[in-house]
């Protein structure tokens, strides 16, 4: 149901961006979250269905930002400034159940998520 692209080789301090197109429904919550090689997952940044709520890792703030298209259900991140330290996977999530309260960057919460797409930055 949901499918990534957008990743690549670029060097630091370049520009990326990822879409991730979903696909049967609208959910509740979009997010971003990556995993370098020997690490662990970790959250990069969510937004509600409408994106008038949005959520970053201290890490990725002021240089990613996340938005959504609702005419075709695409999440995006548009990534710059990028450093060595952000080369990861990077996956996109959606959760179906409807919450009030703070965005979760836990990713059990997630009900669904895609394949994922490689991003390299080089030094």
């Known amino acids: 149901q949901l499918v990534e692209s957008g990743g690549g080789l670029v060097q630091a301090g370049g520009s990326l961006r990822l879409s991730c197109t979903a696909s049967g429904r609208t959910f509740s919550t979009y997010a971003w979250f990556r995993q370098a090689p020997g690490k662990e997952r970790e959250f990069v940044a969510a937004s509600n269905w409408r994106g008038g709520r949005t959520y970053y890792a201290d890490s990725v703030k002021g240089r990613f930002a996340i938005s959504r298209d609702n005419r075709d259900n695409t999440l995006y991140l548009q990534m710059v400034s990028l450093r060595p330290e952000d080369t990861a996977v990077y996956y996109c999530?959606?959760?179906?159940?409807?919450?009030?309260?703070?965005?979760?960057?836990?990713?059990?919460?997630?009900?669904?998520w895609g394949q994922g797409t490689q991003v390299t930055v080089s030094s």
């Open positions: 999530a959606v959760r179906i159940e409807y919450s009030s309260g703070p965005l979760t960057q836990l990713g059990s919460s997630y009900d669904y």
